[in-house]
């Protein structure tokens, strides 16, 4: 009975952790990733104040942290860092593959505060889409120049409404990695509080297996 109750368990957390991990990849698809023009520089980044839509507020940070390839490609290493989170601070590092007009996860490293960093199995990098658009412009209306002040300061942004209806982004290409200033979606709202120009890696310690025990959420 024990056994099986640990089994059980097991099989609840993974599912948590596979949960989370979609969670964390389904934020960045409705706010940044989509609604963007990517633009990635080594050592930049943005913060942000997530709003969904039952008022509770995440802190995310959005950070390049290095270059690579996969397959010849350009391969960006992206640090998003929430915190505010049911699990506590979390800081998910993705290899992001730059495939013509698209993009992808390669490779992900997960880690929980207080936690070794894991290495995700490739099977959960999928959980967010294989592929999505590096630049809206071919997905959105541009609805022409507005001017935005946010906590992080005033912008002369370009406004665009997706095509799909699922929100309204406002952006600038002196914000990197995807000049995202505003976005307001059906569910969530991010503004931008602080632009990076200091990023660096806040991944500490060598990745170790993914292993979902480690993703209780803490005591």
Same mark, same amino acid.
């Given at each position: $009975?024990?056994?099986?109750?640990?089994?059980?368990?097991?099989?609840?957390? !993974?599912?948590?952790?596979?949960?989370? @991990?979609?969670?964390?990849?389904?934020?960045?698809?409705?706010?940044?990733?989509?609604?963007?023009?990517?633009?990635? @520089?080594?050592?930049?980044?943005?913060?942000?104040?997530?709003? &969904?839509?039952?008022?509770? +507020?995440?802190? #995310?940070?959005?950070? @390049?942290?290095?270059?690579?390839?996969?397959? =010849?490609?350009?391969?960006?290493?992206?640090?998003?860092?929430? &915190?505010?989170?049911? $699990?506590?601070?979390?800081?998910? +590092?993705?290899?992001?593959?730059?495939?013509?007009?698209?993009?992808?996860? &390669?490779?992900?490293?997960?880690?929980?505060?207080?936690?070794?960093?894991?290495?995700?199995?490739?099977?959960? =990098?999928?959980?967010?889409?294989? +592929?999505?658009?590096?630049?809206?412009?071919?997905?959105?209306?541009?609805?022409?120049?507005?001017?935005?002040?946010?906590?992080?300061?005033?912008?002369?942004?370009?406004?665009?409404?997706?095509?799909?209806?699922?929100?309204? !982004?406002?952006?600038?290409?002196?914000? &990197?990695?995807?000049?995202?200033?505003?976005?307001?979606?059906?569910?969530?709202?991010? @503004?931008?509080?602080?632009?990076?120009?200091?990023?660096?890696?806040?991944?500490?310690?060598?990745?170790?297996?993914?292993?979902?025990? $480690? #993703?209780?959420?803490?005591?």
């Amino acid at each position: $009975m024990r056994h099986a109750k640990r089994i059980a368990i097991g099989a609840g957390v !993974a599912l948590l952790a596979a949960a989370t @991990v979609g969670a964390q990849m389904g934020m960045m698809r409705q706010g940044p990733m989509p609604q963007g023009l990517f633009n990635p @520089v080594v050592g930049s980044g943005a913060q942000y104040e997530m709003q &969904s839509g039952d008022a509770r +507020k995440t802190a #995310m940070e959005i950070d @390049v942290v290095g270059k690579d390839t996969v397959n =010849g490609k350009d391969a960006y290493w992206f640090e998003n860092t929430m &915190s505010g989170t049911p $699990m506590g601070s979390m800081v998910m +590092k993705m290899l992001m593959v730059q495939d013509g007009g698209d993009l992808y996860p &390669s490779r992900m490293i997960m880690q929980m505060q207080g936690r070794p960093p894991m290495e995700m199995p490739t099977q959960m =990098g999928r959980m967010g889409g294989q +592929k999505h658009a590096a630049d809206i412009r071919g997905q959105a209306d541009d609805l022409g120049s507005e001017t935005v002040t946010t906590p992080a300061g005033t912008f002369v942004c370009e406004h665009y409404r997706m095509k799909d209806g699922s929100g309204e !982004a406002w952006l600038s290409e002196k914000v &990197s990695p995807y000049g995202l200033i505003k976005f307001q979606g059906r569910n969530t709202t991010m @503004v931008l509080t602080k632009v990076v120009t200091d990023a660096k890696d806040k991944i500490t310690g060598t990745p170790v297996p993914f292993n979902p025990m $480690m #993703m209780q959420p803490p005591q």
